[in-house]
């Protein structure tokens, strides 16, 4: 999967966030590091909805952009 993020840069470093996924943040003293760690930010998120949805009726639908 592919998210886009959002790099923001500071004299303390780099934090970035992930727009498509609400609260999805992390920071880095780096671009490469900041990447790094919301390649992990993302991973977690997606883990906590997947043992959110559990046992739910979950559907996907496509969207054209």
Same mark, same amino acid.
């Given at each position: 999967?592919?998210?886009?993020?959002?790099?923001? @840069?500071?004299?303390?470093?780099? /934090?970035?966030?992930?727009?498509?996924?609400?609260?999805?943040? /992390?920071?880095?003293? /780096?671009?490469?590091? &900041?990447?790094?760690?919301? @390649?992990?930010?993302?991973?977690?998120?997606? /883990?906590?909805?997947?043992?959110?949805? @559990?046992?739910?009726?979950? @559907?996907?639908?496509?969207? &054209?952009?």
């Amino acid at each position: 999967m592919r998210y886009k993020v959002v790099l923001v @840069r500071s004299e303390e470093g780099v /934090s970035v966030s992930v727009p498509g996924l609400p609260g999805c943040w /992390s920071q880095g003293s /780096s671009d490469e590091e &900041a990447l790094d760690n919301i @390649r992990t930010a993302i991973h977690e998120y997606l /883990s906590v909805v997947a043992d959110q949805t @559990r046992g739910a009726e979950v @559907r996907e639908v496509e969207v &054209a952009v």
